[in-house]
């Protein structure tokens, strides 16, 4: 069963792998996103529902339209500089004052 999200006050369907929606840039930027593994309906929602939440769109339920949440950062800060002392890090040693 597709799941209906609206982003922008334009619709869209995802169902199998796929974006169908009547605006083009629209689809455009959810067909970046697309998920081809999405087959079964909790993969596919769990997609719809993480497209809506990086367009800050909603997500069509049960007992009608939700906000989406944002999902959270793939890549963070601390991810390349560790801890409250960058200056430790292996990529920065090269500006740490030689003794």
């Not at 087959?39 to 906000?67: S, V």
């Amino acid at each position: 069963m597709p799941v209906r999200i609206r982003i922008y006050g334009k619709e869209a369907s995802f169902s199998q792998g796929c974006w169908n929606c009547d605006d083009d840039s629209l689809q455009a930027m959810l067909q970046a996103l697309a998920d081809p593994r999405a087959l079964t309906e909790a993969q596919e929602q769990e997609h719809a529902l993480y497209a809506a939440g990086r367009f800050g769109g909603l997500i069509a339920t049960p007992l009608g339209w939700e906000a989406a949440p944002h999902p959270e950062a793939e890549i963070k800060l601390e991810d390349f500089a560790p801890g409250p002392r960058p200056e430790r890090a292996g990529w920065l040693s090269f500006l740490r004052k030689k003794k």
